[in-house]
């Protein structure tokens, strides 16, 4: 989910694949916490230690499935769901589900994003709170589990210290092929970082 607003649906989630195994049912309550989005930085910044990563393009596969032993599945959704469905954490086979037809640096800001929920709010997660989110560009009121993944996800792809090196001296085109994000995702982060 690349700095999309979304609603939450309740969904059974093996109702979205066209054909498949059956998968947990998820559910996301809209909360009225704040975000906490120095964790959401820190334990980021925690894998990228632990990866050893330190150029660009950080590769959020090899960290969910090296330092975290979670799978990465590429599923195909019904045609309704595929449009709106981005990926989702599933915390019963302990794995992140991305759809198979979003656009390449699209899935790797939603891997990323999944992983912070898996590392941020896997106790949530697993309760019958969590729900897969449907995209919906009018919701501008997301939960603040979804801005924190969001946040998670930004600092694993696109950390600060990386950026550091780039940001000055090439175009956002130019950085969303080096970080393998999509151009919002990097011009957001250009402007959440420097004001540009």
């Known amino acids: 989910m690349v700095f999309l607003p979304c609603r939450a649906h309740c969904f059974s989630v093996c109702s979205l694949f066209e054909r498949g195994k059956s998968m947990v049912s998820l559910g996301l309550a809209p ?24 150029e660009p393009p950080v590769n959020p596969i090899e960290i969910a499935q090296g330092i975290l032993n979670i799978p990465v599945k590429f599923a195909t959704f019904r045609p309704d769901a595929s449009a709106r469905i981005s990926g989702f954490y599933d915390c019963e086979e302990d794995a992140i589900v991305v759809n198979r037809e979003e656009f390449p640096l699209r899935q790797t800001f939603t891997i990323a994003h999944e992983m912070g929920h898996k590392v941020l709010h896997e106790e949530w997660a697993r309760s019958s709170d969590y729900q897969v989110l449907l995209r919906d560009p009018k919701d501008q009121n997301r939960d603040f589990r979804e801005k924190e993944a969001d946040a998670f996800a930004a600092n694993l792809l696109m950390p600060r ?19 393998a994000v999509s151009v919002p995702a990097i011009r957001a982060r250009l402007s959440f970082l420097y004001g540009i």
């Open 31 to 54: 909360g009225l916490t704040k975000p906490d989005y120095r964790r959401a930085e820190r334990e980021a910044i925690n894998l990228l230690d632990q990866s050893g990563m330190v």
């Open 161 to 179: 210290f990386m950026m550091n090196e780039y940001y000055d001296t090439q175009s956002p085109a130019e950085l969303s092929r080096l970080f």
